[in-house]
């Protein structure tokens, strides 16, 4: 786990679970395609460097694909480091982070990022700049950061630059999410896919007693039943593994949409259920995927209906670069604390339901794979509304 974290507020998942599981809404409802201003001109940066040599350093950096920027001490009277200045952020940084150019003159870092005030990693900055000694740590945020925004982990390496100090952020979110869920597919060999095992291995032996009498009906039918769970979830974790796997062409996702009502039909008439489907648009996608998403989803609000009629609906609004497309039904819904949880590999909210806990993990790795995120939301009037994004 990371050294550092700053976020978590009461009532909420933890910055782990959020990082792992996707970018909720309220942290991206702005435009994806947000492009920064450039900072200005740093004076301290020229003073140090001189002109052609800051001029040099900009040119280095403000190409370097990772997160790069310049922090200059503030001091006291007594010449203790009280806080940092911002100086130069190269547009990598103030792309990921959402930072606006007004940024450097508006804030300093502990106006910026409040929770770093007296944090291992503000001491680490001030050593930093006093020793000349490098830190390297890795941080997880999930906050606020003046008009921007940081949620991710990263890997920070600081080092001394005059009075002050450069800043290396490398993303390692993705790296952090896959070794979550390598370490999910070690649980469900330990435990999940080994209870199953267990079980078959303890019914063999209760036929191998009994060798000459014909298995009783109950055994077999409890061999079935343990072995179909097995294969269940090995299959699971198959899908899973290829769900990022994309072949990408014109997609109707309203075709895609009428496909999936009728491979539901059974259990929409078992329960009852009116689906209603909206205008859907064509996008560039994996046909095959796109349609394990919608039927997911779906098949989930039948899954977990409420006591009322279920009622599915379907939509999707453009917003900016990319569409919006809604399933939203009024069954038992998600509780907030499990809303980022549920994305999990092998999550499961309800245990007596069945299931293997994939179903939501594959529509999170499809809509990935596609550079979009999936989200749920409380729906109006009761149960939720799952919305995910695709590129225009």
Known sequence: MPDVQYGNPPNRPSVAERVIAT???????????????????????????????????????????????????????????SDFSFGYGNPAMLRRFRLPAATRDRYTLLEALAEMRGSRAFDAYVRVCDSGQPWVREVTYDTPFGDGYMLGTFVHRAAKLGDGLVVFLDDVTEQRRMESELRGYADVVAHDLSEPLTGIALLVT??????????????????????????????????????????????????????????????????????????????????????????????????????AP???????????QEWIVTVRDNGAGIAPAHASRIFGMFSRVDTEVEGAGIGLAVCRRVVEAHAGRIWVEAAAGGGSAFRFTLPR
């Open 206 to 307: 209760v036929l191998e007693q009994r060798p000459e009498e014909p298995p009783p009906t109950d055994v077999l039918e409890q061999l079935r039943a343990t072995t179909e769970r097995a294969r269940e979830l090995i299959d699971g974790v198959l899908v899973y593994a290829r769900s990022g796997e994309l072949h990408s062409e014109r997609v109707r996702l309203g075709s895609l949409m009428t496909d999936v009502a009728e491979d539901l039909r059974p259990g929409l008439e078992e329960a009852g259920a009116t689906l209603d489907v909206g205008e859907l648009p064509e996008v560039d996608g994996d046909a095959r995927q796109l349609r394990r998403v919608l039927q997911n989803l779906v098949g989930n609000a039948i899954k977990f209906r409420g006591e």
């Open 310 to 320: 279920l009622r599915v609906e379907i939509s999707a609004v453009r917003r900016g």
């Open 23 to 81: 970018y909720p809404a309220d942290v991206d409802e702005r435009d994806r395609e947000f492009e920064p201003e450039p900072w200005g001109e740093d004076p301290k940066l020229v003073a140090l460097l001189g002109a052609q040599g800051a001029a040099g350093f900009r040119a280095l950096f403000d190409g370097f694909p990772e997160e790069v920027g310049v922090l200059w001490a503030v001091r006291d009277a007594g010449g203790r480091i």
